[in-house]
Nanobody
């Protein structure tokens, strides 16, 4: 089993920055894909970014503004979010999978509880 705990959410003005962190524990390995999804009220869960030793992928809506990084020694990932927009408002979820580096939600079988990010205009 893998446990994921997010931190760092909050309220920020448009144009500002925020950093999210996700700490993993349990049977997590460097080969696991770890990533972020988000879900806004009334919308489906959306892929944000994911990272593995083999690379990094981003969702189209965050490319150039968000940066994902990973510290394998500490089993943590970080999502640096810059130039935030009101449409970035959502609950952000950390996720992990032993599968491939993909955007597909259903392959991620470990999930955190989520952290709220609110961007005011």
């Amino acid at each position: 089993q893998v446990q994921l705990v997010e931190s760092g959410g909050g309220l920020v003005q448009a144009g500002g920055s925020l950093t999210l962190s996700c700490a993993a524990s349990g049977r997590i390995f460097g080969s696991h894909v770890m990533g972020w999804f988000r879900q806004a009220p009334g919308k489906e869960r959306e892929f944000v970014a994911a990272i593995r030793w083999s690379g990094i992928i981003y969702g189209e809506s965050v490319k150039g503004r968000f940066t994902i990084s990973r510290d394998n020694d500490k089993n943590t990932i970080t999502l640096q979010m810059n130039s935030l927009k009101p449409e970035d408002t959502a609950v952000y979820y950390c996720a992990a999978t032993a599968g491939a580096l993909e955007m597909t939600e259903h392959i991620y079988n470990y999930w955190g509880q989520g952290t709220q990010v609110t961007v005011s205009s």
